[in-house]
């Protein structure tokens, strides 16, 4: 069969594994780890570091087109790749996104159009450029601008006077400094974007964050007004399109409290790749965003997915295995019995608390529905509740 390469061994490339398994593809999966949760369901597992030349070598004899899974593959391994085989989506997108000062910019640029924008920020790059914060972006948050994730690498600034220490603490690496904005809500928009322009999108997703860390994600009619969720998708097909970007883009907006019914929306950061929010359309679409990657990478047609069911989505970390520092199972027969409950796990060996382990999907006819069995899944689990 045809065989199709993966940068990156995590959760986001075992998905992918599994569909484009499903469509009849042997998958490679290239991962420093040889117990890589992707490695060890794909065909074939090069455990190399993502820049070794032998480890890129055996992956572009073996595979016909590469994707990347892993945000912080360096943008140039893309590049080396492309020069001989498919890659999607491109090094150019893949750095933009690895790069906050670059995202936001982009993300200006594409304003001008979609009337969305970033929030209020300042790049810093030196002990000057702290000097001349502008006080309106006080209190904010100081984001590194590279290789941060779920939360990681951020801090929250109250005063001028905190803001040395703080970068400080961040190692003094490229940050942004962003305005913290009061949140209404959370949004994502998944799209997937083919060689020819064609664009499919995920129906938005309603988000729900805990520390940094994706909780839960809402889809169904009732999850997202209906005019925010149209900026939202018009602003991500501004971004994908700019970018000339092939391949699943996910796209995470702010609902910020404007005094306005709705609020409004600021774009906050992409994902080049599939995404967490998007899980759900594993169980809850007909085309899920990992069969939307197999079918973008193999340029293979993109149809609009339909979303099926409401589903809630909740993200099962490490913590759940562990009680009072004793390690436990979670009662998954006990959430099992549950109608719409599907149970996804990702085979990793070690459950540290804040690690994402798995997640639940519950699938019911409507939003309402979804959100009571999930609600009692969560007090199963010992989950916290949500609004
Ligand atoms: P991810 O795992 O999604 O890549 P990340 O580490 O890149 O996360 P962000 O998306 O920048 O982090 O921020 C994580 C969460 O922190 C956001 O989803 C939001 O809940 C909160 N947050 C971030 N920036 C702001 C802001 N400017 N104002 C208010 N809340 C914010
Ligand atoms: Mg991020
Ligand atoms: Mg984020």
């Given at each position: 069969p045809t065989t199709l390469g993966v940068l990156g061994g995590g959760q986001l490339g075992r998905m992918f594994v599994h569909a484009a398994q499903a469509m009849g593809y042997a998958v490679a999966v290239l991962d420093p780890d040889p117990a890589s949760p992707a490695g060890r369901v794909a065909d074939v597992h090069i455990a190399t570091a993502y820049d070794d030349e032998q480890g890129l070598a055996q992956l572009m004899q073996r595979c016909e087109a590469i994707t990347t899974e892993f945000e912080n593959v360096p943008a140039a391994v893309l590049g080396t790749l492309a020069a001989q085989r498919p890659v999607a989506p491109h090094a150019q997108a893949v750095a933009v996104a690895q790069d906050r000062a670059a995202e936001k910019a982009h993300f200006a640029a594409c304003a001008a159009r979609t009337g969305v924008g970033p929030a209020p920020h300042a790049i810093i790059r030196s002990a000057a450029d702290l000097q001349r914060i502008d006080d309106t972006l006080l209190p904010g948050i100081l984001k590194t601008a590279r290789l941060g994730y779920d939360g990681k690498g951020q801090l929250r600034v109250q005063h001028r006077d905190e803001l040395a220490a703080a970068w400080q603490r961040l190692g003094q690496v490229p940050c942004v400094l962003e305005r913290h904005l009061p949140l209404r809500d959370e949004l994502s928009v998944i799209v997937a974007r083919g060689a020819d322009g064609t664009l499919v999108a995920l129906p938005v997703q309603r988000n729900v964050h805990r520390d940094g860390i994706l909780a839960v994600t809402e889809v169904g009619d009732g999850a997202v007004d209906p005019t925010l969720a149209q900026q939202a998708l018009d602003a991500t097909q501004a971004i994908a399109a700019d970018l000339h970007y092939v391949g699943v883009l996910c796209v995470e907006f702010f609902v910020v409290d404007d005094g306005s019914p709705s609020g409004a929306l600021?774009?906050?950061?992409?994902?080049?790749?599939?995404?967490?929010?998007?899980?759900?359309?594993?169980?809850?679409?007909?085309?899920?965003?990992?069969?939307?990657?197999?079918?973008a990478l193999a340029g293979l047609p993109l149809v609009a997915p339909r979303l099926h069911s409401a589903a809630v989505m909740l993200n099962l970390l490490g913590n759940l295995w562990w009680r009072d520092d004793v390690a436990v199972t979670p009662d998954w027969a006990g959430v099992l019995a549950l109608p719409g409950v599907h149970l996804h796990l990702y085979g990793k060996l070690?459950?540290?608390?804040?690690?994402?382990?798995g997640h639940l999907t519950i699938t019911a006819p409507t939003l309402a529905q979804a959100r009571d069995v999930a609600r009692t899944a969560a007090t199963l689990l010992g989950l916290p509740p949500w609004r």
């Amino acid at each position: 069969p045809t065989t199709l390469g993966v940068l990156g061994g995590g959760q986001l490339g075992r998905m992918f594994v599994h569909a484009a398994q499903a469509m009849g593809y042997a998958v490679a999966v290239l991962d420093p780890d040889p117990a890589s949760p992707a490695g060890r369901v794909a065909d074939v597992h090069i455990a190399t570091a993502y820049d070794d030349e032998q480890g890129l070598a055996q992956l572009m004899q073996r595979c016909e087109a590469i994707t990347t899974e892993f945000e912080n593959v360096p943008a140039a391994v893309l590049g080396t790749l492309a020069a001989q085989r498919p890659v999607a989506p491109h090094a150019q997108a893949v750095a933009v996104a690895q790069d906050r000062a670059a995202e936001k910019a982009h993300f200006a640029a594409c304003a001008a159009r979609t009337g969305v924008g970033p929030a209020p920020h300042a790049i810093i790059r030196s002990a000057a450029d702290l000097q001349r914060i502008d006080d309106t972006l006080l209190p904010g948050i100081l984001k590194t601008a590279r290789l941060g994730y779920d939360g990681k690498g951020q801090l929250r600034v109250q005063h001028r006077d905190e803001l040395a220490a703080a970068w400080q603490r961040l190692g003094q690496v490229p940050c942004v400094l962003e305005r913290h904005l009061p949140l209404r809500d959370e949004l994502s928009v998944i799209v997937a974007r083919g060689a020819d322009g064609t664009l499919v999108a995920l129906p938005v997703q309603r988000n729900v964050h805990r520390d940094g860390i994706l909780a839960v994600t809402e889809v169904g009619d009732g999850a997202v007004d209906p005019t925010l969720a149209q900026q939202a998708l018009d602003a991500t097909q501004a971004i994908a399109a700019d970018l000339h970007y092939v391949g699943v883009l996910c796209v995470e907006f702010f609902v910020v409290d404007d005094g306005s019914p709705s609020g409004a929306l600021v774009v906050n950061e992409m994902a080049p790749r599939p995404h967490n929010s998007g899980h759900h359309s594993i169980d809850a679409c007909d085309v899920s965003q990992f069969e939307l990657q197999v079918r973008a990478l193999a340029g293979l047609p993109l149809v609009a997915p339909r979303l099926h069911s409401a589903a809630v989505m909740l993200n099962l970390l490490g913590n759940l295995w562990w009680r009072d520092d004793v390690a436990v199972t979670p009662d998954w027969a006990g959430v099992l019995a549950l109608p719409g409950v599907h149970l996804h796990l990702y085979g990793k060996l070690d459950a540290r608390p804040g690690r994402k382990m798995g997640h639940l999907t519950i699938t019911a006819p409507t939003l309402a529905q979804a959100r009571d069995v999930a609600r009692t899944a969560a007090t199963l689990l010992g989950l916290p509740p949500w609004r």
